[in-house]
């Protein structure tokens, strides 16, 4: 009956060290009004120059995207009144941007679907107003105005919610892998608006949509898409029309709101800032970007099925923080472990601990280092898969080294054939009954004897060895 | 002392003839003495400026002397200076102190110049006859009835009263030259990016420019020397290199081509025109070859600036909303009252309307037919101009219509008003650097000619402006009522 | 230019006008637009808009920080401030 048409605008905060038109710091946290400079407080006579490394970053972008780059890009002011806009207006661009006509590719149930992206620009953020300090008083931070943005919009190519929040991962992963930006939703360095409209599934109208913003996180985007389609839905359904407005999303409620502000009655008057000279970007600069790009995560993806023999699915998961997958070859490298066996480490124990405690792998308390050395110790039978896992679990909590551990512990493995079979010999002595069984024909036994030579020797015996050697016993005792 | 050059100043200080802290504190008293009369400073710094001077004379004792040691100037009150208060004019800015100074006001500082006061201007640029500052009108020294012209009426007044030897000035439709034709001394406007906009407030961004006024041509060479160059924190300044303007426009003058546009003598007052005759015929007599040109579509430079200027102000003034710093207005309710009450009671008419014509000018449905349209009759402006110097070196022409008017007389007429910019704003429009130097008299008040070059061209203008003050006294002559006074 | 536009642009403006001034801003902005509409006497039609006098290059800032926390200073005389934050009415989104 209903289709959804999805269109997304994503504001991704550019990694500058100074802001997108002023030479104050953009670095987060910093106490109000403390990296606000002249320009960016939008003093009398002040003047913005545009920061050049904001401009390589977006061609990055658009070399990823494959989209054109503009040679001439031009900034234009979007006029319009509020207390964090400090020059009543903004400097975005609107004819002419920097990038257009890009693509980035999702995978919908084994399938690749092409979102197209329209356009992304460079804009100046605003300043955070909160209204929660005081009773009857708004505050204004202006420490993030002038923050250097790209806004990044798709055609409305998404059809569902699922959908969007692939391409929007996909977006996270690539400006992070570009190293543009820190993609971090909660600080507020990727914010997403959803536009979304319904029509009849054999039309090709579009309906009127609604603009949901203040959407942070992954989670968030996907609730608050499926309310708005069920609030439209029902909308339609009872021959009314949709509002086209803005609408804020609730993640207390799950529900979006008409947002209540004037910014609807604005006419942002764009015109090209008279301040600013048209972008000139040479085709040598692009070629010159395009040599020096990083590997993007769909090359990484083939790289790694390739040359390490993953799985898709396994692949999938080590490449999308890049972080991670940077992790995983530091620990591979100049060791002899199998990258296989190292990658279903990481993923089945190393991500369940950062998973459960949040841990991004800049802050793991586990170095590449030391986890390497803990599987190479597993890899030559010095401590077996089990004691791995409770030395691990050691690593992690305590930020111990697992040298440290092992020594401390005693944990290493016995692997002397001597001491194992004399444990070996103890066990046959004090399950003598068993055994004869076992020599009858009651092959499950041999685990249980197993059992006990490793209860004997604590766990500390090497399973392989213990194995090998009660065969041994057994089959001489037969 | 009042009547001295620039030139003669620097050398009297040089040679110690006079101190810094003398030449400062006459000045002073000079302003003192007589700027009741005319309006022309909106703040005197006289505590500030004679501790510079002190200083400075305790560093030429030490032999440090640097090239403009000394010597007073007085700053447009649109200039932002560090520690005194820039008004702009304005109600609005009434109270603001500047944290920076503006590069123009760094360069001069760092010359060595002292500055002695922030003159009068009409509020945040906006006129033509320095009617519309809070601070009052100015008077013209020719004539206390009578306007100085404007936006940069103090500056221009206090030159001509010789309370102080040089000034600062801004131009975007006329604003130097205008009034130094109707005071009757020098004002440049140089090429559009030839001069940092960094820390003068902004009026129209693609328009404005900073100057100079001065009694001759010479010092204002040498003054422009000193304010020009590329400003890394302004992104339109030119990286074209400063001459020593002063150097090349006291060379030998050497054979020029000057147009004059027909359409500048259409309906020309016929008392101007005579006066204007005769300076042409001083050039062809003196090494110039006279050609006739047609800027046809001139004319249109008055309605595309009334849609260009306005449209870049309504933006530009945007920040003056009181939360920051400026005027705010007491007893709001909310955001929306504290923005409105603020910038009606901060700003004045004229401020106000251009800003609503600005604001129309952008918006949905209008800003082809407007702005658009403006910035494209600017393209053909400017080729006019181009073609027309493809024929000559510099383009001449009365600065305006006529001599001062009286106070009051064009404040009810604001098309009256905007018309007597009419042969000055088609060189903003063009980014092109004009000049003007009185030429003359009517009814004793004083003509300026205007001397327009194509881009970077200062030297010429200037070598023209030179040679012209070479062969007549105009710019030597004094209001009578200074000697009343 | 009839009322209702005055309204409209003095709101985008925030500038507020009473009934008396929207009369008389009406009537002196409808001056300035005829003054304006001579520019229709030129055909435009294939002519490119200006926005720069001059052909010049943007040149670009190398991404350094060179400003220092300055404040206090900018703070000065600004009574609206506290903590460091800047003060308005109470917004309600």
């Known amino acids: ?478 | 002392m009042e009547n001295k050059t620039l030139i003669e100043l620097k050398t009297e200080i040089q040679n110690k003839k006079i101190s810094s802290y003398e030449l400062t504190k006459f000045f002073l008293d000079r302003i003192k003495k007589i700027d009741s009369k005319l309006n022309s400073f909106i703040t005197i710094t006289e505590n500030n400026a004679l501790k510079k001077a002190k200083e400075i004379d305790s560093e030429i004792t030490k032999g440090n002397i640097k090239p403009l040691s000394g010597i007073p100037i007085a700053q447009k009150d649109i200039f932002c200076t560090k520690d005194i208060k820039t008004t702009c004019g304005s109600k609005m800015l009434e109270n603001f102190v500047s944290p920076y100074d503006a590069t123009v006001v760094e360069k001069l500082n760092e010359a060595g110049m002292i500055i002695i006061g922030k003159t009068n201007m009409d509020e945040f640029a906006m006129g033509s006859s320095n009617e519309t500052s809070y601070f009052g009108d100015v008077k013209n020294p020719w004539d206390l009835n009578c306007v100085p012209g404007g936006s940069s009426g103090g500056s221009a007044a206090s030159v001509a009263a010789r309370l102080i030897p040089c000034s600062t000035g801004t131009d975007t439709g006329g604003s130097i030259r205008q009034p130094a034709s109707l005071t009757g001394i020098c004002g440049i406007k140089p090429t559009y990016g030839r001069v940092s906009r960094y820390g003068m407030i902004a009026f129209a961004s693609s328009l404005d420019q900073a100057g100079i006024f001065t009694r001759t041509a010479k010092d204002c060479a040498i003054l422009l020397s000193h304010i020009s160059g590329y400003d890394p924190k302004d992104s339109t300044s030119s990286k074209k290199e400063v001459p020593d303007y002063y150097k090349e426009c006291i060379k030998k003058f050497e054979k020029m081509k000057i147009g004059i546009p027909e359409e500048f003598l259409d309906g020309l007052d016929s008392k101007v025109s005579e006066v204007f005759n005769e300076s042409v015929n001083i050039f062809k007599s003196n090494g110039c070859d006279i050609k006739k040109i047609s800027l046809k579509n001139s004319k249109l430079g008055v309605s595309a600036y009334q849609v260009v200027a306005p449209a870049e102000c309504s933006s530009n003034l945007s920040r003056f909303d009181g939360v920051r710093y400026g005027f705010r207005a007491n007893d709001v309710n909310n955001i929306d009252e504290l923005y409105k009450k603020s910038r009606s009671e901060g700003f004045g008419d004229e401020v106000k309307r251009r800003i609503l014509i600005g604001t129309y000018a952008l918006s949905t449905g209008y800003y082809d037919a407007y702005y658009l349209k403006a910035q494209k009759i600017r393209t053909i402006i400017s080729q006019e101009f181009q073609n027309a110097f493809k024929e000559v070196d510099v383009i001449i022409g009365p600065t305006a219509p006529d001599c001062a008017f009286k106070l009051g007389e064009k404040l009810n007429d604001p098309i009256a008003m905007y018309l007597s910019d009419i042969f000055t704003v088609s060189t903003n429009l063009a980014g092109l650097p004009a000049i003007s130097i009185p030429m003359g008299f009517k009814n004793q008040l004083p003509l300026g000619l205007q001397i327009i070059g194509n881009h970077f061209d200062e030297s010429k203008i200037l070598s023209l402006s030179n040679h012209y003050q070479n062969l007549t006294d105009w710019h030597t002559q004094k209001p009578k009522i200074l000697g009343a006074i | 230019m009839d009322k209702k536009t005055v309204i409209k642009i003095a709101d985008l403006a925030k500038i507020q006008i009473n009934d008396k001034e929207i009369e008389d801003i009406s009537v002196s902005l409808q001056k300035i637009l005829n003054l304006v509409d001579e520019m229709n006497a030129v055909n435009t039609d294939n002519i490119e808009p200006m926005s720069h006098p001059l052909n010049l290059k943007q040149e670009l800032r190398k991404d350094v920080v060179l400003e220092k926390n300055k404040r206090d200073l900018f703070q000065k005389n600004n009574k609206y401030t506290e903590n460091g934050y800047y003060k308005v009415p109470k917004i309600i989104d």
């Not at chain 1, 600013?276 to 970007?289: C, F, K, Q, R, Y």
């Not at chain 1, 841990?359 to 039978?381: Q, R």
């Open chain 1, 1 to 478: 009956m209903w289709e959804s048409v999805i269109g997304l605008e994503i504001h991704v905060q550019l990694k500058t060290q100074s802001k997108i038109f002023s030479p104050a710091s953009t670095s987060f946290g910093a106490e109000q009004n403390t990296q606000a400079c002249a320009i960016d407080l939008g003093l009398p006579g002040v003047l913005p120059v545009l920061n050049e490394e904001a401009v390589k970053m977006a061609i990055k972008l658009g070399i990823a995207i494959g989209a054109s780059i503009e040679n001439n890009s031009i900034f234009a002011r979007k006029n319009y009144f509020y207390p964090d806009l400090p020059k009543g207006y903004q400097i975005s661009q609107y004819e002419i941007p920097i990038v257009s006509n890009g693509s980035i590719d999702i995978d919908v149930n084994g399938n690749i679907k092409t979102i197209r992206i329209t356009r992304a620009h460079l804009e100046e953020d605003a300043g955070k107003s909160i209204h929660d300090l005081y009773e009857n008083e708004s505050v204004i931070d202006l420490n993030r105005a002038g923050t250097p943005l790209i806004e990044i919009v798709s055609e409305p190519d998404l059809s569902n919610a699922e959908e969007a929040v692939k391409y929007l991962k996909n977006i996270h992963s690539l400006v992070r892998y570009l190293n543009i930006s820190d993609g971090n939703m909660q600080e507020g360095s990727f914010r997403c608006d959803a536009n979304i409209s319904l029509k009849r599934s054999n039309s090709s109208e579009l309906g009127i949509r609604a603009e949901i913003k203040n959407i942070n996180s992954f989670k968030f985007v996907e609730q608050a898409i499926n309310y708005e389609i069920q609030r439209q839905s029902e909308i339609l359904d009872n021959g009314k029309s949709v509002i086209q407005e803005t609408r804020l999303f609730d993640p207390i409620k799950n529900e979006t709101r008409s947002m209540r502000s004037k910014e609807e009655a604005n006419d942002y008057r764009y015109f090209p800032d008279p301040d600013l000279l048209p972008v000139s970007i040479s085709n040598d600069l692009i070629e010159n970007i395009k040599l020096n790009m990083p590997e993007l995560p769909n090359k990484k993806k083939e790289r790694f099925i390739r040359q390490y023999k993953l799985t898709d699915y396994d692949t999938s998961i080590l490449i999308l923080d890049k972080d991670l997958s940077n992790y995983y070859e530091k620990v591979l490298e100049n060791t002899d472990l199998n990258p296989k066996t190292t990658a279903n480490w990481i993923i089945t124990e190393l991500l369940s601990y950062a998973n459960k405690s949040n841990t991004e792998v800049k802050n793991y308390p586990v170095t590449f280092g030391d986890l390497a050395s803990l599987l190479t110790y597993l890899h030559e039978g010095l401590i077996s898969n089990k004691q791995a896992k409770i030395i691990f679990e050691k690593m992690w909590n305590n930020g111990e080294k697992p040298q440290d551990i092992i020594e401390k512990e005693g944990i290493k493995q016995v692997s002397d054939t001597t001491e194992i079979n004399k444990l070996v010999d103890n066990v046959i002595k004090n399950h003598y009954k068993s055994v004869e069984e076992y020599l009858a024909g009651k092959d499950k036994l041999f685990g249980f004897f197993v059992g006990e030579v490793m209860k004997e020797s604590k766990g500390k015996a090497n399973p392989k060895i213990v194995n090998k050697l009660l065969k041994e016993k057994l089959k001489n005792d037969k």
